[in-house]
């Protein structure tokens, strides 16, 4: 199975990274970044993939993931209405914040644990998944201290690891920080035109090295990968609640037509129908 590894947009105003209900249920995305990751899903069954390990969870889940370790999204296959929350901790927060607070120092045994993979007995789900839900409604002071409160109480918890031994990243790190450059630059430009011979330059790599390269790597075609990525940028973008032409244009599509034809290859549904959906 290939894997991608995946961008994470900095949030400025704080130390983590929140989203909140990014819905991928009909993408399988199987990737990795440098960021350490906590998620948490309720009003779902589905499969918790994460590394070499593969199980099934049931109703909810809270799986905390270590850096590069590739992964599934967790809510993908899921039809059900559910809540999805994810919280990104970049590893900086790790070398600058928990190796130099000795108050932490649980808290920071815990991150370094968490490179097995780490999943969480259902208490400790419930209880977490309160707190969670109620981060996005929180200023950024009071959000860092509810974070690191959350952070102390998975510490404090009986949790399994997923992996008997830390999971060691196939990729080389040269391979990382490429793949995290064109990732990159398709975050900042997706909206407008990219062309396989400018991402190619990046790389130092000749067109068609570079799509032999992309498709060795991730298993898709930079196309693909591209058009995936806009549908995606576009689901978000009718949910703040746009209109289909409005977020064909506005996710880089240059074609109405094509992106109807795009959309609903990616998710088996025509866009009207994904907003349709959304008001019911």
Known sequence: MKTQLESIQ?????SFNLLRNDYLSDTFLWHFHPEYELVY????????????????????DLVFIGSTIPHLNFDYGVKTAYNNIVLHIHPDFVVNVL????????ILKMFQKGQHGLSFPESIKVLVGKKIK??????????YLEVLKIFEIIANSDFKLLHEKPFINQFSLK?????????????????????INTVANLCNLSNEAFCRYFKKVTGNSFITFLNQYRISKAKTIMMSGKNVSEACFESGFESLSYFNRIFKKVTQENPSHFINQLHK
Not at 48 to 60: D, L, P, Q, T, W
Not at 99 to 106: A, D, G, Q, R
Not at 175 to 195: A, C, F, M, N, V
């Open 10 to 14: 900095p949030n400025f105003n704080s």
């Open 99 to 106: 190796e130099k607070t000795p108050e932490l120092f649980l």
């Open 41 to 60: 899903i309720d009003n779902a069954s589905g499969t918790r993939h994460v590394g070499n390990h593969i199980s099934k969870y049931k109703e909810s």
């Open 134 to 143: 109620k981060l996005g409604n929180l200023n950024a002071f009071d959000r």
């Open 175 to 195: 391979e990382q920080k490429r793949l995290q450059l064109i990732y990159q630059y398709t975050e900042q430009h997706y909206h407008s035109k990219i062309t």
